[in-house]
């Protein structure tokens, strides 16, 4: 009996170990994600505030074409074998489409803000598996501000207009007001296998 019991008792602290190693590893892989979210945000707003102060909105627009992408693949650069993005559920660039795992999070936003939550705060994270690997998946949502209504919001001025049919003619990422979720960086980085 005492054989047993140890044996109980050996498992839960072992448990406890690996849960305990788990949520460290989870809370450092989110302290990660959020700096990158830092770091990626200012380098975009950098970038669009050139672009607004030079040329204005529509001056904008194709600055945002390229050098996001362009942006995005630096900091991929700089975090190896992490992907690096943007999604939303009303997409101005059907490559930013979200995929299976990222759109239930982005309607969990949505509900969330529904709720009352400040979309400010509003993140999620998982660890799962993506064809044959473990990969931990991070999204935060992204806050429409009062400048991102000049080329998001329900009011367009028609240089914009014409400009966005141009560039993205499938675009559907107008309407928002501030304070509506625009929509989330998402990120994905490998993740070691479970011992």
């Known amino acids: 009996m005492k054989k047993i019991s140890l044996l109980v008792l050996l498992s839960v602290v072992a448990f406890n170990v690996v849960s305990a190693e788990i949520s ?28 607004l102060e030079a040329g204005g909105p529509a001056a904008a627009i ?48 949505e509900a969330r803000k529904a709720a009352g939550e400040d979309p400010k705060a509003m993140e999620h994270s998982a660890f799962l598996e993506k064809d044959g690997v473990r990969v931990f998946r991070y999204m935060k949502a992204i806050p429409t501000q009062e400048v991102c209504i000049l080329c998001h919001g329900k009011q367009l001025i028609p240089d914009v207009v014409a400009k966005l049919e141009e560039l993205y003619p499938e675009d559907q990422a107008r309407g928002f007001e501030v304070g509506d979720i625009r929509g989330a960086f998402s990120f994905m980085q490998p993740a070691p296998a479970r011992n």
């Open 24 to 51: 460290d590893d989870t809370q450092k892989r989110i302290a990660e994600n959020r700096q990158l979210v830092k770091e990626l945000f200012a380098a975009l707003k950098g970038e669009l505030g050139k672009a």
């Open 62 to 109: 194709p600055v945002c074409k390229s050098r996001v992408p362009e942006i995005g693949k630096i900091f991929e650069e700089k975090y190896p074998g992490w992907t690096i993005g943007r999604t939303s559920l009303k997409t101005r660039n059907p490559v930013n489409a979200p995929d299976e795992w990222e759109r239930p999070v982005l309607q969990g936003f």
